[in-house]
């Protein structure tokens, strides 16, 4: 599966990759060190937690390393210079059912942040808006029922 990043959010993925790699790592140790410490390893609830936490941190590196081993790099300005939605574009949408202006930015999966107005190309959406134009309507099917969304501007 091939993941879509900015320079900026390889970058961060990068530096996140190197702080599990080099702290993380070592924190899990120290606290499973520790946890030896205390004696029977059969009835110990620290060993076991700090084993737990270890198996997670070493999961969040496989993670990490597979998004960058199989990341494509886009310009968060490709949807820029377009008349279309596409990946990059910032989309001003207008909501009639509540009377409300949207901004949202169309990014890769791996960037998206919901609460901070950025979407996956992926979601509900931003895959219904992707290849759409400013003045079109575009339906949004999601869990809650359908949501019309007018297309007020793409920067």
Not at 13 to 27: A, D, I, P, S
Not at 91 to 118: H, Q, R, W
């Amino acid at each position: 599966m091939t993941h879509l990043l900015t320079i900026e959010g390889k970058k961060q993925l990068e530096e996140k990759l190197n702080y599990y790699k080099t702290v993380r790592r070592v924190e899990v140790s120290k606290k499973i060190g520790a946890a030896r410490e205390f004696g029977d390893l059969s009835e110990n609830s620290e060993y076991d937690a700090a084993k737990e936490e270890q198996a997670q941190v070493e999961a969040e590196i496989r993670e990490m390393e597979d998004i960058l081993l199989n990341c494509q790099i886009i310009s968060a300005k490709d949807g820029a210079n377009s008349d279309k939605v596409s990946i990059g574009s910032t989309v001003k949408l207008y909501d009639e059912e509540f009377d409300e202006e949207l901004v949202y930015k169309i990014l890769g999966a791996t960037e998206s942040d919901p609460a901070n107005g950025i979407i996956s190309n992926i979601s509900p959406v931003g895959s219904a808006l992707m290849g759409h134009q400013k003045g079109d309507k575009v339906k949004v099917k999601t869990e809650g029922g359908e949501i019309v969304y007018k297309i007020l501007s793409i920067n």
